[in-house]
């Protein structure tokens, strides 16, 4: 059921950017985990714990991912939800990971809505009444959306957690707000951890991965800018990576402060764009309500 491909993905708690408490405290929780299999039995619990990575596209959930398995030496299952037929085969699937292994449910927003359907593939979404093959392959999509929130619920509180042991079960999302907080309560999803925007901190961490600068005189500047402008890490890192032999630390740094600026500039004008909508909206709304007065 499961295909085999070695895993190979150089991420590590090193290489991770990210605040520095916060890599500690998971990094501890991860090796308090693989080494209390004495204490999940003691208190009765199976030696699973949940992880929920959420936060917006670039800022390194599956970085994190892979950083956990290279850490523990874990295997990874990387489970794609709409291509699961139903809750039988979620069951099947699952029953056949093994130990020391992290199973990754990845954006499970986009697998499940909250009424426990999963949502249609976004082709599925067009406008297909005119177009049979379309309705045929939606027709033929639909029987297949037979995995349900509560399948996956069940899942999780049930026969996973009674077979087998040592296994890790993380979900990722860019949009928490729209999950099921039934889905990730404590003591399903144990560990909420939110991946965000570059901040310092993490910068520092690129610089030195990047360009082995521990400091430098601009970093003062990005510093600043990066309080004031959001920028995702996989941006910051594409800006300080090299792209010619010629190019040193100082140009890597100063290309991230023109892209800084240039994202600090866009910001500014997407508020001033909703603004001039907004206006223009209430001014609309005024013009009709006058002439409802007439
Ligand atoms: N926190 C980070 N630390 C180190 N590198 C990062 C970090 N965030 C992003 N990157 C860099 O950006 C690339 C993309 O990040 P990654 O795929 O981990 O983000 P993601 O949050 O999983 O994105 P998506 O939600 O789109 O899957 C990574 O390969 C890595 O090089």
Same mark, same amino acid.
């Given at each position: 059921?499961?295909?085999h491909?070695?895993f190979e993905?150089?991420?590590t ?7 520095p ?9 991860l ?7 004495d204490y999940?039995k003691?208190?009765g619990k199976?030696?699973k714990?949940?992880y929920l990575l ?6 390194g959930? $599956?970085?994190?991912i892979?950083?956990m398995?290279?850490? =523990?030496?874990?295997?990874?299952y @990387? #489970? !794609? ?11 099947k ?5 093994s130990?020391?292994?992290?199973i ?9 809505d ?8 976004k082709e ?6 005119k ?9 033929k999509?639909?029987k ?9 619920l ?10 087998g042991?040592e296994r ?6 860019n ?12 003591g399903?999803m144990?560990k909420h951890?939110e991946? $965000?925007?570059?901040?310092?901190e993490?910068?520092?961490? =690129?610089a030195?991965?990047?360009? @082995? #600068? !521990?400091s ?11 309080e004031e402008?959001r920028?995702?890490?996989?941006d ?5 990576m090299?792209k010619s032999?010629e ?7 100063n ?11 866009e910001a ?14 209430v ?12």
């Open positions: 059921m499961w295909s491909i070695m993905h150089p991420s708690f090193d290489t991770l950017a990210m605040d408490n916060k890599k500690k405290e998971i990094l501890n929780d090796l308090t985990f693989s080494k209390s299999k999940y003691k208190v199976s030696w714990r949940g959420y936060g917006p596209p670039g800022t959930k $599956s970085s994190m892979a950083a398995a290279n850490l =523990l030496d874990y295997d990874i @990387d #489970l !794609e939800l709409t291509s699961v037929n139903d809750n039988t085969d979620l069951r699937l699952l029953i056949d990971t130990s020391k292994s992290i990754v449910i990845e954006d499970i927003d986009c697998s499940l909250l009424t426990g359907q999963r949502k249609k593939k599925d979404k067009k406008p297909d009444q177009d049979p093959i379309r309705k045929k392959e939606k027709d999509n639909k297949k959306t037979e995995v349900t929130l509560s399948g996956l069940n899942f999780i509180d049930g026969l996973w957690s009674a077979c042991s890790l079960i993380i979900f990722t999302t949009h928490v707000e729209k999950l099921d907080p039934a889905l990730i309560r404590r399903r144990d951890i991946m $965000s925007y570059c901040c310092f993490t910068f520092k961490v =690129l030195k991965n990047y360009l @082995d #600068l !521990e430098h005189d601009l970093f003062a500047t990005i510093d600043r800018m990066l402008t920028m995702t890490p996989a910051v890192a594409e800006c300080l090299p032999a190019e040193d630390a100082e140009s890597c740094l290309e991230l402060i023109k892209s800084l600026e240039n994202a600090k500039e500014r004008l997407k508020v001033v764009e909703s603004e001039d909508n907004g206006g223009q909206k001014q609309e709304c005024d013009e009709s309500s006058d002439s409802e007065d007439d």
